[in-house]
């Protein structure tokens, strides 16, 4: 199963954000065999686009954070169980950005994943070293280091998604990977980690010109993306390339 998948980021209004699923929708149908798709909203369309896409959906739907707590005096925050209340499937956990801005620590990425856990729905753990790291050759180090402290004690993890997103490939000034360059990290991701988890995905700088040389690398379950697949002709042509992969390996 491969899997594609794109987060918003705080990007769209609710129309936007549904007009996207509604196309999605369209495109997908019944589902496409041996691929699995999924779209992380902001939260404030979170549910019109699980609703836009339906219930039973073969397009999975996510929430980009949630609290590790149920319920409490937590401001501003979601809970995992309103996340599935509004129609999630999918948490999104431990991403760059979270860890640089807003302080989030391997610690957290391991209690958010336990709720994720606990409530039946699928954490999908980020994980990547910055440019520094990488220089240096600990890339494969730091990375297993971050996976191990927010997975290796929840005992069954077999639906979680690990999201190898290295930190000098993504976002707007993102560079662009070379497959050899995240090869090293993704064969430990694999042989750690491959049988355990759903799936390890790849993400950072993804787009249809590079697709296939990621897909290419041995390790690489799926591509989780950003920028290029915010429109949703991008999405649906990266899930096309992924279609015709799977049918291939038939």
Request: charged fraction near 20%; hydrophobic fraction near 45%.
């Amino acid at each position: 199963m491969l899997w594609i998948g794109t987060s918003f980021k705080m990007t769209k209004t609710r129309a936007e954000a549904v007009a996207h699923a509604a196309r999605i929708r369209a495109a997908v149908g019944d589902g496409i065999p041996g691929v699995q798709p999924f779209v992380i909203p902001s939260a404030t369309a979170l549910a019109e686009v699980a609703a836009e896409l339906g219930p039973g959906s073969p397009v999975l739907t996510g929430i980009q954070n949630a609290h590790w707590a149920d319920e409490g005096a937590w401001t501003g925050e979601i809970s995992v169980p309103q996340a599935a209340d509004a129609g999630a499937r999918i948490v999104e956990i431990g991403h760059s950005e979270r860890r640089e801005h807003f302080a989030e620590t391997d610690a957290t990425a391991a209690r958010k994943v336990t709720a994720a856990l606990r409530h039946g729905l699928i954490p999908l753990l980020c994980c990547g070293e910055t440019e520094e790291v990488h220089t240096r050759g600990g890339a494969v180090e730091h990375v297993l280091a971050q996976v191990a402290a927010a997975l290796g004690g929840q005992g069954d993890v077999s639906r979680a998604l690990v999201a190898y997103e290295p930190v000098w490939a993504i976002g707007e000034k993102g560079r662009e990977p070379d497959p050899d360059e995240i090869a090293d990290v993704m064969r430990a991701l694999r042989e750690e980690w491959g049988g355990r988890v759903a799936a390890v995905l790849y993400g950072g700088s993804v787009n249809r010109g590079n697709a296939d040389a990621l897909l290419d690398v041995p390790g690489v379950d799926g591509l989780f993306v950003g920028r290029a697949a915010w429109d949703a002709e991008g999405l649906l042509a990266l899930l096309d390339r992924a279609r015709a992969r799977a049918v291939s390996a038939v």
